[in-house]
T-cell receptor
Framework: DGGITQSPKYLFRKEGQNVTLSCEQNLNHDAMYWYRQDPGQGLRLIYYSQIVNDFQKGDIAEGYSVSREKKESFPLTVTSAQKNPTAFYLC??????????????????FGAGSRLTVL | KNQVEQSPQSLIILEGKNCTLQCNYTVSPFSNLRWYKQDTGRGPVSLTIMTFSENTKSNGRYTATLDADTKQSSLHITASQLSDSASYICVVTPFNNDMRFGAGTRLTVKP
């Protein structure tokens, strides 16, 4: 079955540590995204990538880094510079980056999420 | 201020009852509006997609409506089931810009 796999499901981090969240997709999608979800707030875009070896900052990129060395993979590193990293992180992909220029059929497919807790 | 506001924040209904969730947005112009269902601890799953020119879209017991004049959308759930318990997220995509997500409505269906 095609889909997006995120790992780990749960992750605990000590202050000052960097942690990396994995995201793998086998949908042959060009665009991949990382979102952060906090209680009572809408999803906020951290980073996105439209093509291999290219990625762009989203609304809340500070304290995060990404790479896109393969089409299928888009790992997110939460660095020690992120002051409030406890959150639910969602990876998503789409055929290409939907900026409202398509008919609306460009649907985001999400992974199951990774919950990061800072101890 | 969030460009996509959803109400109510949470809702509890009895199994078999109908309910309507609201989404008000200020994004303009926009390309499409989507409703997603998110089960607890899972990623969102698309329910409906409407372009700016559509008024209604159904997916089984889920019916979404859109009024572009008042900038409002609603998601109506008919004959609710226990499995409908989830968060429902409204997402608006502006032209030539990134999606804007509402905070969601948390629906609980009780037996």
């Amino acid at each position: 079955d095609g889909g997006i796999t995120q790992s780990p499901k749960y992750l605990f981090r000590k202050e000052g540590q960097n942690v990396t969240l994995s995201c793998e997709q086998n949908l042959n999608h060009d665009a991949m995204y990382w979102y952060r979800q906090d209680p009572g707030q809408g999803l906020r875009l951290i980073y996105y990538s439209q093509i291999v070896n290219d990625f762009q900052k989203g609304d809340i990129a500070e304290g995060y880094s990404v790479s896109r060395e393969k089409k299928e993979s888009f790992p997110l590193t939460v660095t020690s510079a992120q002051k409030n990293p406890t959150a639910f992180y969602l990876c998503a992909s789409s055929i290409d980056r939907d900026r409202g220029l398509s008919s609306g059929a460009n649907v985001l497919t999400f992974g199951a999420g990774s919950r990061l807790t800072v101890l | 201020k969030n460009q996509v506001e959803q109400s109510p924040q949470s809702l509890i209904i009895l199994e078999g009852k109908n309910c309507t969730l609201q989404c008000n947005y200020t994004v303009s112009p926009f390309s499409n509006l989507r409703w997603y269902k998110q089960d607890t601890g899972r990623g969102p799953v698309s329910l409906t997609i409407m372009t700016f020119s559509e008024n209604t879209k159904s997916n089984g017991r889920y019916t979404a409506t859109l009024d572009a004049d008042t900038k409002q959308s609603s998601l109506h759930i008919t004959a609710s089931q226990l499995s409908d318990s989830a968060s429902y997220i409204c997402v608006v995509t502006p032209f030539n810009n990134d999606m804007r997500f509402g905070a969601g409505t948390r629906l609980t269906v009780k037996p």
